[in-house]
């Protein structure tokens, strides 16, 4: 798992209504995430670490640390699996 997420440099993410749109400008890619899963690619700058990441989430949705962790586990690891995020340098 990345340590230090950040947006891959072709990444670009928009607001729309209550998703996020993140598009991949490599191969023209659109994929659509929740509110949730925006806010976190928004964390996603390369100086946060994912525990610092669940923190954050945590206390935006006043949810428990642990699901927190959980949760930016699975986006992340599915983000990086598609080339979203990358680690930062």
Known sequence: M???PKLAAEVELRECAQDVVVY?????????VNATAGAI???C???ASAPE???KLAQTYGIE?????RD????LATLEASG??????
């Open 2 to 4: 990345i340590d230090y």
């Open 24 to 32: 991949d400008k490599r191969g023209a890619k659109i994929h659509v």
């Open 41 to 43: 690619l928004g964390w």
């Open 45 to 47: 700058s390369g100086s």
């Open 53 to 55: 990441i669940a923190g």
């Open 65 to 69: 640390l642990e699901r927190a962790e």
């Open 72 to 75: 930016v586990r699975a986006i």
């Open 84 to 89: 979203v995020i990358t680690q930062s340098a």
